[in-house]
């Protein structure tokens, strides 16, 4: 399975962004998903979970209430709504799929550049 990230850019701090993670491959529909960020220095943070089936789902503190993780497995899709953005929020969103644990991955996306000005 290979995943690819995209819709990251620039946005103003309270403004939106939608992210989307496409997967090649049948078996990502049977995976569950995930969304993680990371900033220079840090180490990746956990955003978001999502089950195979979009049936349930998980988010950090950070960001619960704000963002929303969807998929469509039709589409081989992943998504990532992001609303009410800080510029806290602003890092490197990376795509996941296949977990192990809630934290554990074994497929990862490359990557999208999300910046909140303030």
């Known amino acids: 399975v290979q995943l690819q990230a995209s819709g990251g850019g620039e946005v103003q701090s309270g403004g939106s962004l939608r992210l989307s993670c496409a997967a090649s491959g049948r078996p990502f529909r049977s995976y569950s998903g995930a969304w993680f960020r990371q900033v220079p220095g840090k180490d990746r943070e956990f955003i978001a979970h999502i089950s195979w089936n979009g049936g349930s789902t998980y988010y950090a503190d950070s960001v619960k209430g704000r963002f929303t993780i969807s998929r469509d497995n039709a589409k081989y899709k992943l998504y990532l709504q992001m609303n009410s953005l800080k510029p806290e929020d602003t890092a490197v969103y990376y795509c996941?799929?296949?977990?192990?644990?809630?934290?554990?991955?074994?497929?990862w996306g490359q990557g999208t550049q999300v910046t909140v000005s303030s």
């Open positions: 996941a799929a296949q977990g192990n644990t809630l934290y554990q991955y074994g497929y």
